[in-house]
């Protein structure tokens, strides 16, 4: 069912003249008035409440408090696949209620990145949420386990103007380093102090008893959780294990970028990666064992394409293969047994060749996409 958010005049009291209140006051009862606004702060058909500013949520935040409920909150930009309604669920089974976030932060995008085209399907999104929350009450629980959707506009989270996305940009930030410099760090110089900063002020504005990430982002929960550590901030960070498609794909919203000729060979990282951990399971600890075969792979790979007609091939470029400590991201030349280990990769695809009539190039035309992964080298327990 299509939704719309449509603001009452009454929200938006203060920007109106004396004249226009009056014809509005006119127009609508009180009651009707009311009436309107919970509804259109509502997805219809569910207790899911919309919130797109920041007092309104404060205020349902403490009457949780004053209840005794836990909240737990789930941020996401949205175009919502099973990899964020995995965490949901998690959030679901361990608090009260649940506040998702949908909100596509732009101080996180590079100037060249793709802010502009980053997929929103805030409709999807709405009905997804929907049938979540049913199946959840299905499972045993209560309808409005999902209890808000967060979805604020940037005049709210930025509320002195957004900053800059340059490097040198002036504004206030939170920088997490040297974690947040970096693997992702080096690539997206910008990245992680969009990130922190956005999450301090959704940390602020839901006061969430816990927050929960996906292990996809495995270097988003490191900068995270030094960030909770570092700020004394009261809440608890869990990471869900990464989603995958049958054919190991990690689940992502860029995915849809792809088209279907490089769907197809999206899977090159996950198989690098995959390459190196056999090489841990079998005992093997230094970064050349481990990221020797992992390497090997990926050229053997690009060769393979490279074979290919160019209507038929696919470039791509690694961006890296790392073998990091866990808690640090900083490489390492031997696994510590006794801490494990993080193997992650990026990889550029790049946009197709030779496009045939018709073929799918994926959303924006098939622009370079890239792709991360991960895996965690479990500690040796002995
Ligand atoms: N495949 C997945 N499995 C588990 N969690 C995931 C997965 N993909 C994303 N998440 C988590 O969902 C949260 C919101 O992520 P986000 O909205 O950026 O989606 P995304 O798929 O990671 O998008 P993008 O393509 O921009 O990386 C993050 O904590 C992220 O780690
Ligand atoms: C955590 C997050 C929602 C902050 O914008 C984003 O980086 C993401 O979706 O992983
Ligand atoms: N999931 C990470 C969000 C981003 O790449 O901007």
């Known amino acids: 069912m299509a939704f719309k958010i449509t603001k009452m005049p009454l929200i938006q009291g203060p920007k109106l003249s004396s004249s226009k209140l009056f014809s509005y006051a006119r127009s609508f009862s009180t009651s009707e008035i009311l009436r309107a606004r919970i509804r259109d702060t509502m997805i219809p058909n569910t207790s899911i409440r919309v919130f797109r500013e920041i007092p309104a949520l404060r205020q349902w935040r403490r009457k949780q408090l004053l209840d005794y409920r836990s909240v737990g909150l789930v941020p996401t930009m949205g175009a919502l696949h099973e990899g964020h309604l995995s965490l949901i669920r998690i959030a679901a089974k361990e608090n009260s209620s649940v506040v998702v976030s949908i909100y596509v932060n732009p101080t996180q995008f590079g100037v060249h990145e793709d802010l502009d085209s980053y997929p929103k ?58 974690v947040g410099e970096v693997l992702e760090g080096a690539s997206r110089p910008t990245f992680f102090r969009g990130v922190a900063t956005v999450c301090m002020k959704l940390f602020n504005i839901v006061t969430p008893e816990k927050v929960y990430f996906g292990q996809k982002d495995v270097q988003q929960t490191v900068v995270i959780k030094k960030m909770v550590k570092d700020f004394c901030l009261d809440t608890q960070v869990v990471v869900g294990n990464t989603k995958r498609e049958p054919d190991g794909l990690a689940l992502s919203s860029r995915n849809v970028y792809l088209g279907a000729r490089r769907r197809n060979v999206a899977t090159i990282l996950s198989k690098v990666l995959r390459t190196a951990q056999t090489g841990y399971l079998r ?34 470029e690694m961006d890296y293969v790392s073998l990091a ?58």
Request: proline share 9%; hydrophobic share 35%; net charge negative.
């Open 325 to 382: 400590d866990p808690e640090t991201m900083q490489e390492v030349d031997e696994v510590d047994e006794a801490r494990g280990a993080i193997l992650s990769g990026a990889v550029k695809m790049l946009p197709v060749e030779s496009p045939q009539p018709g073929e799918d190039l994926g959303l924006a035309g098939g622009p370079p996409v890239r792709l991360i992964d991960n895996i965690i080298l479990k500690p040796v327990t002995k």
């Open 283 to 316: 005992g093997k600890r230094s970064r050349e064992e481990l990221l020797g075969p992992a390497n090997e792979l990926a050229k053997l790979l690009l060769k393979e394409q490279f074979q290919l007609k160019p209507e038929e091939r696919v470039q791509f």
């Open 121 to 178: 399907t805030w409709e999807k999104d709405v009905e997804m949420l929907k049938d979540l929350d049913r199946e959840l009450a299905a499972d045993g629980g209560n309808l409005g386990k999902i209890a808000a959707v967060f979805a604020p506009t940037t005049n709210e989270m930025y509320p002195s103007g957004r900053p800059s996305q340059e490097i040198d940009g002036k504004g206030s930030f939170i920088t997490i380093t040297p």
